[in-house]
């Protein structure tokens, strides 16, 4: 009777072990949060960053985003990742730098292909007011769209969306 | 610490957690763009029980989600569901008759074109119509995105 009901908690534990396990590191809902997390890090600056450490971080980010990315900010839109990286390597944030984080992120996997997935979130934006040194906070609604590439979830497309319509 | 304080601290725990998680959202709010009802920095809650009761109201000053509930907009509503809606030179029009707005010191002279609310719609805008129209977020919003209503 013992062994019978360690062998059943085990079973049960090594069932827990698998599954947290999967969520982690297979389950594709999870791997694309984690690569959003890693978009919002790359596009992140620092205080007082070095050139070169700007260099290495759009090259970090060029890694993220599909060759063909189509990104649109308001009326404004750029369909190359390029441009993407050529202008976050080119970019110099006012004294402080600035945090970007993703926040209620929704993912939504194809899950025919498990290759798609549609990202919906709030990109939070934390900086220094360049006149007054306050922190400053600024969010915007915005949407992606992910595919995997040779195993590696990239930006396919970007898009701001307005919460108020005009 | 005995039974009875450790049963107290435990009622307190979970009512906070039930009060500000669900209830009242703790609200920092940031930006001019309410000015001069809400400073910039300022603390307040969002009470998402206003509306269980009846509609949002105009003048009600509300909470718009944006993708979750970790960041709002706060706007003021001026217009309802249905009506025609106007800005000229810094006058809200609702149905052709101009909007008094007493939270409203200065206006520039904004403006923007008729449009018309459908059934589910609100038009909110700040109360800081002294900044560029260009530089100031306002415009029409679903019921399901507002939230709940500025408690102070």
């Known amino acids: ?166 | 610490m005995n039974r009875a304080t450790l049963i107290r601290v435990v009622v307190l725990i979970a009512t906070a957690y039930v009060v500000f998680g669900y209830v009242l959202l703790p609200t920092r709010l940031e930006g001019i763009s309410m000015e001069p009802t809400y400073t910039d920095g300022r603390i307040d809650f969002a009470n998402r029980l206003a509306y269980v009761w009846h509609p949002p109201q105009r003048g009600d000053v509300v909470a718009i989600r944006m993708a979750g509930l970790h960041a709002f907009y706060v706007k003021r509503i001026v217009g309802l569901p249905r009506e025609r809606l106007e800005i000229v030179m810094g006058v809200v029009n609702i149905n052709g008759e101009p909007l008094i707005e007493p939270a409203v010191v200065r206006k520039a002279a904004w403006n923007f074109p008729p449009v018309t609310l459908r059934d589910d719609e609100y038009f909110v805008i700040g109360d800081n119509r002294s900044m560029r129209m260009e530089d100031h977020d306002f415009g029409r919003t679903t019921r399901d995105r507002i939230v709940g209503r500025m408690l102070f």
């Open chain 1, 1 to 166: 009777m013992k062994s019978t009901g360690t062998a059943v908690a085990s079973v049960c534990f090594a069932a827990l072990i698998a599954f947290f396990v999967y969520q982690w590191w297979f389950n594709p809902t999870r791997a694309v949060q984690r690569r959003l997390s890693e978009i919002a890090a790359a596009l992140s600056v620092p205080d007082n960053e070095a050139a070169v450490a700007r260099v290495a971080r759009a090259a970090q980010l060029r890694k993220y985003l599909a060759p063909d990315i189509q990104v649109r900010m308001g009326p404004s839109e750029i369909v190359s990742r390029d441009q993407i990286v050529g202008a976050v390597a080119a970019f110099a944030p006012a004294p402080g730098g600035w945090n970007i984080q993703f926040v209620d992120v929704q993912v939504r996997v194809n899950h025919t292909t498990n290759a798609d997935a549609d990202a919906y979130m709030t990109v939070e934006v934390n900086s220094h007011d360049p006149r007054t040194g306050q922190p400053t906070v600024d969010a915007r609604e915005a949407a992606a769209t992910m595919k995997k590439i040779d195993g590696e979830w990239v930006v396919a497309t970007a898009e701001t969306k307005d919460t108020l319509q005009r």
